[in-house]
Protein backbone atom coordinates (compact mmCIF):
# COMPACT_ATOMS: atom_id res chain seq x y z
CA UNK A 1 0.00 0.00 0.00
CA UNK A 2 2.66 2.52 0.89
CA UNK A 3 4.29 1.32 -2.54
CA UNK A 4 1.17 2.42 -4.35
CA UNK A 5 0.60 5.56 -2.25
CA UNK A 6 4.67 6.79 -3.16
CA UNK A 7 3.89 6.12 -6.72
CA UNK A 8 0.40 7.83 -6.75
CA UNK A 9 2.54 10.97 -5.08
CA UNK A 10 5.11 10.70 -7.80
CA UNK A 11 2.73 10.70 -10.77
CA UNK A 12 0.39 14.14 -8.98
CA UNK A 13 4.36 15.50 -8.88
CA UNK A 14 4.92 14.96 -12.05
CA UNK A 15 2.02 16.16 -13.53
CA UNK A 16 2.02 19.05 -11.50
CA UNK A 17 5.68 20.04 -12.50
CA UNK A 18 4.36 19.11 -16.81
CA UNK A 19 1.54 21.67 -15.78
CA UNK A 20 3.70 24.21 -14.73
CA UNK A 21 6.29 24.11 -16.72
CA UNK A 22 3.59 24.69 -19.62
CA UNK A 23 1.52 27.18 -18.03
CA UNK A 24 2.01 30.65 -20.02
CA UNK A 25 1.08 34.17 -18.47
CA UNK A 26 0.84 37.98 -19.79
CA UNK A 27 -0.10 36.18 -23.35
CA UNK A 28 -1.74 38.86 -25.62
CA UNK A 29 -4.68 38.72 -26.41
CA UNK A 30 -4.56 40.34 -29.68
CA UNK A 31 -1.81 37.10 -30.93
CA UNK A 32 -4.01 34.61 -29.00
CA UNK A 33 -4.74 31.66 -32.40
CA UNK A 34 -3.64 29.49 -34.98
CA UNK A 35 -0.32 30.16 -36.42
CA UNK A 36 1.40 28.02 -39.45
CA UNK A 37 5.41 28.49 -40.13
CA UNK A 38 6.43 30.40 -43.32
CA UNK A 39 9.05 28.37 -43.94
CA UNK A 40 6.66 25.72 -44.45
CA UNK A 41 4.38 27.79 -46.47
CA UNK A 42 7.64 28.39 -48.77
CA UNK A 43 8.68 25.07 -48.90
CA UNK A 44 5.40 23.34 -49.86
CA UNK A 45 5.00 26.13 -52.44
CA UNK A 46 8.74 25.04 -53.58
CA UNK A 47 8.27 21.22 -53.44
CA UNK A 48 4.04 21.39 -53.98
CA UNK A 49 4.72 18.18 -51.50
CA UNK A 50 3.33 18.94 -47.97
CA UNK A 51 5.04 15.73 -46.09
CA UNK A 52 8.43 16.64 -47.33
CA UNK A 53 8.43 20.25 -46.47
CA UNK A 54 7.01 18.90 -42.85
CA UNK A 55 10.02 16.63 -42.84
CA UNK A 56 12.68 19.39 -43.49
CA UNK A 57 11.45 21.78 -40.93
CA UNK A 58 10.87 19.07 -38.42
CA UNK A 59 13.98 19.94 -36.15
CA UNK A 60 14.07 23.80 -36.78
CA UNK A 61 10.31 24.81 -36.19
CA UNK A 62 7.05 23.94 -34.65
CA UNK A 63 4.27 22.14 -36.98
CA UNK A 64 1.57 24.67 -35.62
CA UNK A 65 1.28 26.97 -32.39
CA UNK A 66 -2.47 27.03 -30.89
CA UNK A 67 -1.72 30.03 -28.78
CA UNK A 68 -4.22 30.31 -25.87
CA UNK A 69 -4.52 32.10 -22.95
CA UNK A 70 -2.11 30.05 -21.03
CA UNK A 71 -1.06 27.35 -23.17
CA UNK A 72 0.23 27.49 -26.73
CA UNK A 73 -0.05 23.90 -28.08
CA UNK A 74 2.54 22.96 -30.97
CA UNK A 75 2.70 19.86 -32.85
CA UNK A 76 -0.05 18.87 -35.61
CA UNK A 77 0.39 15.25 -36.10
CA UNK A 78 -0.88 15.03 -32.03
CA UNK A 79 -3.67 16.99 -31.89
CA UNK A 80 -3.06 19.06 -28.17
CA UNK A 81 -0.38 16.62 -27.24
CA UNK A 82 2.37 19.07 -27.36
CA UNK A 83 3.51 22.35 -25.81
CA UNK A 84 5.74 24.93 -25.59
CA UNK A 85 7.54 25.71 -22.47
CA UNK A 86 7.03 28.55 -20.79
CA UNK A 87 10.70 29.77 -20.52
CA UNK A 88 10.86 29.60 -24.47
CA UNK A 89 7.76 31.07 -24.85
CA UNK A 90 9.29 33.98 -22.51
CA UNK A 91 11.60 34.39 -25.41
CA UNK A 92 9.09 35.13 -28.15
CA UNK A 93 8.79 38.15 -29.77
CA UNK A 94 5.26 39.22 -31.66
CA UNK A 95 5.23 41.41 -34.54
CA UNK A 96 2.63 43.22 -36.94
CA UNK A 97 3.40 43.89 -40.15
CA UNK A 98 1.38 44.81 -42.94
CA UNK A 99 -1.95 44.04 -41.30
CA UNK A 100 -0.65 40.46 -40.26
CA UNK A 101 0.46 38.96 -36.83
CA UNK A 102 3.69 36.79 -36.35
CA UNK A 103 5.10 35.00 -33.81
CA UNK A 104 9.36 34.58 -33.55
CA UNK A 105 10.50 32.24 -31.77
CA UNK A 106 13.18 31.29 -29.44
CA UNK A 107 15.21 30.05 -32.59
CA UNK A 108 13.94 32.99 -34.46
CA UNK A 109 12.08 31.19 -36.64
CA UNK A 110 8.26 33.14 -37.70
CA UNK A 111 4.80 31.76 -37.83
CA UNK A 112 2.05 33.75 -39.60
CA UNK A 113 -1.28 33.67 -37.96
CA UNK A 114 -4.37 32.21 -39.78
CA UNK A 115 -7.22 32.33 -37.87
CA UNK A 116 -8.06 33.60 -34.00
CA UNK A 117 -9.47 30.22 -33.36
CA UNK A 118 -7.17 27.51 -31.53
CA UNK A 119 -9.19 24.55 -30.95
CA UNK A 120 -10.09 21.92 -34.36
CA UNK A 121 -11.29 25.09 -36.49
CA UNK A 122 -7.57 26.43 -36.18
CA UNK A 123 -7.07 22.72 -37.26
CA UNK A 124 -9.02 22.99 -40.66
CA UNK A 125 -7.88 26.21 -41.68
CA UNK A 126 -4.66 25.00 -41.18
CA UNK A 127 -5.16 22.39 -43.63
CA UNK A 128 -7.04 25.13 -45.92
CA UNK A 129 -4.04 26.87 -46.19
CA UNK A 130 -1.70 24.28 -47.19
CA UNK A 131 -4.42 22.84 -49.65
CA UNK A 132 -4.94 26.15 -51.46
CA UNK A 133 -0.67 26.37 -52.33
CA UNK A 134 -0.80 22.78 -53.68
CA UNK A 135 -4.06 23.17 -55.49
CA UNK A 136 -3.04 26.43 -56.15
CA UNK A 137 -3.29 26.18 -60.09
CA UNK A 138 -6.43 24.30 -60.04
CA UNK A 139 -8.43 26.40 -57.76
CA UNK A 140 -10.59 28.22 -60.65
CA UNK A 141 -10.96 24.65 -62.09
CA UNK A 142 -14.80 24.45 -62.01
CA UNK A 143 -14.76 21.12 -60.79
CA UNK A 144 -12.56 21.42 -57.81
CA UNK A 145 -13.42 23.07 -54.51
CA UNK A 146 -11.69 23.25 -50.94
CA UNK A 147 -13.35 23.63 -47.90
CA UNK A 148 -11.61 23.52 -44.59
CA UNK A 149 -9.37 20.02 -44.88
CA UNK A 150 -12.03 18.57 -47.39
CA UNK A 151 -11.27 18.82 -51.22
CA UNK A 152 -13.81 17.90 -53.79
CA UNK A 153 -12.47 16.62 -56.65
CA UNK A 154 -15.07 16.17 -59.55
CA UNK A 155 -17.54 14.20 -57.83
CA UNK A 156 -15.16 13.04 -54.91
CA UNK A 157 -14.83 14.16 -51.85
CA UNK A 158 -11.69 13.16 -49.99
CA UNK A 159 -9.81 14.46 -46.16
CA UNK A 160 -6.99 15.99 -46.16
CA UNK A 161 -4.75 14.07 -43.17
CA UNK A 162 -2.76 16.42 -41.53
CA UNK A 163 -1.47 13.70 -39.51
CA UNK A 164 -1.75 9.99 -41.71
CA UNK A 165 -0.82 6.55 -41.20
CA UNK A 166 3.33 6.63 -41.53
CA UNK A 167 3.45 5.79 -45.76
CA UNK A 168 6.88 5.64 -47.43
CA UNK A 169 5.97 8.10 -50.03
CA UNK A 170 6.15 11.99 -49.34
CA UNK A 171 4.00 12.55 -52.56
CA UNK A 172 2.37 15.79 -52.71
CA UNK A 173 -0.40 14.67 -49.79
CA UNK A 174 -2.51 12.06 -48.31
CA UNK A 175 -6.10 12.54 -49.01
CA UNK A 176 -8.43 10.43 -46.99
CA UNK A 177 -5.73 7.06 -46.99
CA UNK A 178 -4.95 7.58 -50.85
CA UNK A 179 -1.61 9.67 -52.18
CA UNK A 180 -1.76 12.82 -54.31
CA UNK A 181 1.13 12.56 -56.61
CA UNK A 182 1.70 15.49 -59.15
CA UNK A 183 3.34 13.82 -62.10
CA UNK A 184 4.13 16.49 -64.99
CA UNK A 185 1.96 19.04 -64.96
CA UNK A 186 -0.87 16.25 -63.90
CA UNK A 187 -1.55 15.36 -60.82
CA UNK A 188 -3.05 11.25 -60.18
CA UNK A 189 -4.00 9.98 -56.71
CA UNK A 190 -2.77 6.47 -56.16
CA UNK A 191 -4.42 3.89 -53.66
CA UNK A 192 -2.43 2.52 -50.52
CA UNK A 193 -2.20 -0.31 -48.86
CA UNK A 194 -1.21 -1.22 -45.22
CA UNK A 195 2.40 -2.87 -44.92
CA UNK A 196 2.34 -2.97 -41.02
CA UNK A 197 0.25 -1.94 -38.00
CA UNK A 198 1.14 1.61 -38.10
CA UNK A 199 2.76 2.02 -41.68
CA UNK A 200 1.11 1.76 -45.44
CA UNK A 201 2.72 1.99 -48.86
CA UNK A 202 1.81 3.51 -52.62
CA UNK A 203 0.02 1.08 -54.98
CA UNK A 204 0.20 1.70 -58.92
CA UNK A 205 -3.25 1.40 -58.82
CA UNK A 206 -5.02 5.07 -60.29
CA UNK A 207 -7.88 6.08 -58.07
CA UNK A 208 -8.39 9.36 -60.34
CA UNK A 209 -6.10 11.70 -62.65
CA UNK A 210 -6.51 15.39 -62.55
CA UNK A 211 -4.81 15.89 -66.07
CA UNK A 212 -4.13 19.78 -65.95
CA UNK A 213 -3.46 20.12 -62.22
CA UNK A 214 0.21 22.24 -61.76
CA UNK A 215 1.93 24.26 -64.21
CA UNK A 216 3.09 27.69 -62.22
CA UNK A 217 2.83 29.90 -65.22
CA UNK A 218 4.83 32.88 -62.82
CA UNK A 219 7.49 30.12 -63.69
CA UNK A 220 6.47 28.45 -66.88
CA UNK A 221 10.02 28.04 -68.34
CA UNK A 222 10.65 25.77 -65.65
CA UNK A 223 7.52 23.70 -66.16
CA UNK A 224 8.39 23.27 -69.77
CA UNK A 225 11.69 21.94 -68.77
CA UNK A 226 10.91 19.46 -66.24
CA UNK A 227 8.35 18.11 -68.83
CA UNK A 228 10.21 17.77 -71.98
CA UNK A 229 10.86 14.39 -71.98
CA UNK A 230 6.89 13.95 -72.03
CA UNK A 231 4.90 15.10 -75.11
CA UNK A 232 1.76 14.74 -73.03
CA UNK A 233 2.80 17.23 -70.77
CA UNK A 234 4.32 19.33 -73.67
CA UNK A 235 1.04 19.61 -75.47
CA UNK A 236 -1.22 20.64 -72.44
CA UNK A 237 1.46 23.25 -71.58
CA UNK A 238 1.52 24.44 -75.19
CA UNK A 239 -1.95 24.06 -76.03
CA UNK A 240 -2.28 26.11 -72.72
CA UNK A 241 -1.08 29.41 -73.94
CA UNK A 242 -3.86 29.41 -76.66
CA UNK A 243 -6.41 28.77 -73.73
CA UNK A 244 -5.14 31.83 -71.94
CA UNK A 245 -5.97 33.80 -75.08
CA UNK A 246 -9.28 32.33 -75.92
CA UNK A 247 -8.53 29.83 -78.64
CA UNK A 248 -11.43 27.65 -79.31
CA UNK A 249 -9.86 24.07 -79.99
CA UNK A 250 -10.99 21.70 -82.51
CA UNK A 251 -10.09 18.91 -80.62
CA UNK A 252 -12.53 17.38 -78.06
CA UNK A 253 -10.13 16.28 -75.16
CA UNK A 254 -8.17 19.64 -75.23
CA UNK A 255 -12.05 21.15 -75.42
CA UNK A 256 -12.37 19.83 -72.56
CA UNK A 257 -9.65 20.12 -70.31
CA UNK A 258 -9.86 23.79 -70.52
CA UNK A 259 -13.29 24.32 -70.51
CA UNK A 260 -13.73 22.55 -67.09
CA UNK A 261 -11.52 26.29 -65.63
CA UNK A 262 -13.59 29.47 -64.90
CA UNK A 263 -10.81 31.77 -67.03
CA UNK A 264 -11.40 30.15 -70.14
CA UNK A 265 -13.69 32.23 -72.10
CA UNK A 266 -13.51 31.65 -75.88
CA UNK A 267 -12.51 34.53 -78.10
CA UNK A 268 -14.20 34.63 -81.49
CA UNK A 269 -11.18 37.07 -82.54
CA UNK A 270 -8.68 35.25 -81.82
CA UNK A 271 -5.12 35.26 -83.46
CA UNK A 272 -1.76 34.51 -82.72
CA UNK A 273 -1.26 38.35 -83.11
CA UNK A 274 -2.30 38.06 -79.88
CA UNK A 275 0.01 36.13 -77.88
CA UNK A 276 3.44 38.06 -76.76
CA UNK A 277 6.92 37.63 -77.76
CA UNK A 278 7.67 35.68 -74.43
CA UNK A 279 4.87 33.18 -75.19
CA UNK A 280 5.53 32.88 -78.79
CA UNK A 281 9.35 31.75 -77.52
CA UNK A 282 7.51 29.14 -75.38
CA UNK A 283 5.59 28.06 -77.74
CA UNK A 284 8.70 27.32 -79.98
CA UNK A 285 10.86 25.74 -77.51
CA UNK A 286 7.80 23.24 -76.83
CA UNK A 287 7.82 22.48 -80.45
CA UNK A 288 11.17 21.79 -80.07
CA UNK A 289 11.25 19.25 -77.07
CA UNK A 290 7.96 17.66 -78.89
CA UNK A 291 10.25 17.14 -82.05
CA UNK A 292 12.94 16.02 -80.24
CA UNK A 293 11.00 12.94 -77.99
Known amino acids: MKKVFIVICLFLSLSLYAESEHKLYNVPKDFMGTYIPVQLELLVKEYMSYEKALNIIANSHYDILQLREDICYSQVRFSDGYAVKRKDFETWAFVEKAGEKYILDENGASYRKITSDYDSEGYEVYAETILKIIFSDVLENNNISINGSNVKIYDETYKFNLWPSYVDDFGAICLSGCILKIEGISANIYATEPIGIWESKCTDKIIQTIPLFYW ?50 IDSQFSEDKLSNLEKSWVRDIQRYETQN
Open 216 to 265: NYDNFESSIYKCKDNNESLRLLRNLIYAKHGYSFKSEDLQKVFSDFSWYK
